[in-house]
Structures are given as C-alpha cells and as structure tokens.
T-cell receptor, first 114, second 115 residues
Framework: AQSVTQLDSQVPVFEEAPVELRCNYSSSVSVYLFWYVQYPNQGLQLLLKYLSGSTLVKGINGFEAEFNKSQTSFHLRKPSVHISDTAEYFCAVSGRQAGTALIFGKGTTLSVSS | EAQVTQNPRYLITVTGKKLTVTCSQNMNHEYMSWYRQDPGLGLRQIYYSMNVEVTDKGDVPEGYKVSRKEKRNFPLILESPSPNQTSLYFC??????????????FGEGSRLTVL
C-alpha cells in the first residue's frame, strides 16, 4: 500500500520569493508521482508528473519537482512565485501495478502576498 | 473540448432523500473515480472503475453506490444521505495505459449539503 505525507499544511510566502512544498511517500513497490493544483472554487489540474527517467521534472507555470528515491521524497519548487500561484497543492502517488489507486496527500495551501 | 462534467454543481438536501450525482467524460477514458474533499483531510477516494461493469471500493465507500454501465458515465448514488456526507465531491477520469492509470482529469466539483 502507498501513503503520502505533505509536511506543511500551509505555506505563506511573499511575491517573487522562492518556495518549496514538501512531499514524502511510502511504498513497498515502484511508484509514479504527481503534483496537482487546485485554484479557489475549481477542480484539480495536473502540475507535473514523474513516471520514469530524469528525476528532475518540469511542469506548468514554472514549477519543478525532484524525485529522490533514497529519501522517498518528491518536493515541489518554484524559484519565484506570483500572487496567482495562491492555491492548494496536492501530492499524489500511484503504484505501478494494475488496479492501484492514486493516493493523495492532505494538501498544502500556498498563500502568496505582496 | 475534452472535459469531465458533473451535475449538480450545488445541492442541498435532507437526510434520507436519495440523490444521484452524475459524471460524464468525453475522452473515451477507461478509468473513472469519485473523491470527496473535506477540510484537513484532502481527497479521499470513494469508488473507482477500471472499465465498464468493473467497480471497486476506495477508502471511504460506506453510504455510497456507483455503477458503470457505459464507458462515459459513472454516477454516484447516495441511497440515504446523512449529514456526515456533506462534502465537496469530485469525479475524475484517466486513460488507462497498459496496466497503470495515467493523469487524472477532474470535474469542477459538486458541493453537497445534507441537512
């Protein structure tokens, strides 16, 4: 079984500052990893995903994440945030075998202020 | 336009009155799933379906039913709603590539209040 821990429930930052949203997972099998973003009053949309290959994954809106197998982490980063990045961010993990559900973390609320 | 459509978007109902939240996708996706989102708990999976006529329980299936008679539709049924089912519900679908589920596409959500 897989599980996901998002280490910070809320992250307040100022505009143009860098940000890191932390995600750790546990799994007994190889995994796929995802970050989703939910803007206020909207559904979730995919930011980026790690399936295989390079451990540094680039996504939309200038976000990137690094898969670290030894530390079982998949932290999300952005070098300079904008007000419009204010949203809730979800890390998710899926095992590679058939029938595995996608498990979500509890979310991190990123609040960007000027 | 590729999309997942949920209806209704907002609903207030009373305890015990059966209701159905519909979900339809136009992307020919094999995999569909229902989640509920509650403050501090993130998204929890209710039921999912890997293909037509194949459904499985997620983490919180109690009090819900689903059916998958057609590929595009995956309705969520609350036979006898209770106040603890007040929540924001999301339907999602994905193209199942080989044995794994790919990127999830989400509907805009259905906010349900049970009085």
């Amino acid at each position: 079984a897989q599980s996901v821990t998002q280490l910070d429930s809320q992250v307040p930052v100022f505009e143009e500052a860098p940000v890191e949203l932390r995600c750790n997972y546990s799994s007994s099998v190889s995994v796929y990893l995802f970050w989703y973003v939910q803007y206020p009053n909207q559904g979730l949309q995919l930011l980026l995903k790690y399936l295989s290959g390079s451990t540094l994954v680039k996504g939309i809106n200038g976000f990137e994440a690094e898969f670290n197998k030894s530390q079982t982490s998949f932290h999300l980063r952005k070098p300079s945030v904008h007000i419009s990045d204010t949203a809730e961010y979800f890390c998710a993990v899926s095992g590679r075998q058939a029938g595995t559900a996608l498990i979500f973390g509890k979310g991190t609320t990123l609040s960007v202020s000027s | 336009e590729a999309q997942v459509t949920q209806n209704p978007r907002y609903l207030i109902t009373v305890t015990g009155k059966k209701l159905t939240v519909t979900c339809s996708q136009n992307m020919n996706h094999e995999y569909m799933s229902w989640y509920r989102q509650d403050p501090g708990l993130g998204l929890r999976q209710i039921y999912y379906s890997m293909n037509v006529e194949v459904t499985d329980k997620g983490d919180v299936p109690e009090g819900y039913k689903v059916s998958r008679k057609e590929k595009r539709n995956f309705p969520l049924i609350l036979e006898s709603p209770s106040p603890n089912q007040t929540s924001l519900y999301f339907c999602a679908s994905s193209l199942r590539t080989g044995l794994r589920v790919g990127e999830l596409f989400f509907g805009e959500g259905s906010r349900l209040t049970v009085l």
